[in-house]
């Protein structure tokens, strides 16, 4: 499953585009290092020398070359959907209305800012799309833009509850 890229207001960096990394060149500190900052990306580097048995500076170097390398992604606040009033978490699945159509749906849909998340998936849909609305019209209403811009037919999920999700990565 293919990520569509997110836009630099999502946390990226805004640095040139990552280099390629072997995951099997990351030795136990980096996962150590990664592990900690998962858990908490504001803790200083001191913090996270004294958690992983290094120095601060080793660390620093350590978490550039990750950044670097792309490993680390960026940094964000990780804000509660429902205290900035998106209290509506959908998935939507969008097909194309014509499969002779460029597959540039990931393009189509950067502008939509209620689009959380867009997967490029195998299956019967062409891509899964999370988002967030206030209200059901709301959603209702993304749904009819994103059928006439993107073109596309759309099968909706809505989420009851959100028992867990923006799990750390297992290191």
């Known amino acids: 499953m293919r990520s569509c890229a997110r836009s630099p207001d999502r946390g990226n960096f805004a640095s040139p585009a990552p280099l390629p990394y072997d995951g099997a060149v990351l030795d136990e500190r ?4 990664l592990a900690v900052l998962q858990e908490d990306a504001r803790a200083t580097y001191a913090d996270v020398a ?3 048995g290094l120095s601060a ?4 170097d350590r978490v550039r070359k990750l950044e670097q390398a792309g490993v680390i992604r960026g940094y964000r606040a990780v804000v509660d959907p429902e205290a900035v009033g998106l209290y509506v978490t959908a998935l939507i699945a969008a ?3 014509d499969a002779g159509q460029p597959d540039d ?3 189509r849909v ?15 849909a062409n891509y899964i799309l999370k988002v967030r609305t206030r209200t059901t019209s709301e959603l209702e209403d993304l749904i009819r833009r994103l059928r006439e811009t993107a073109h596309v037919a759309t ?3 809505i989420a ?9 990565i297992p290191t």
């Open 105 to 107: 749906l990931p393009e």
């Open 155 to 157: 099968r909706t999920t």
């Open 95 to 97: 097909t194309p209305f």
């Open 160 to 168: 009851l509850s959100i028992p867990f999700e923006d799990r750390p």
């Open 57 to 60: 500076s080793a660390v620093h």
């Open 110 to 124: 950067a502008g939509f800012p209620e689009v959380e998340d867009c997967y490029s998936v195998a299956g019967e």
């Open 30 to 33: 980096d996962l150590d290092i």
């Open 50 to 52: 004294r958690r992983v």
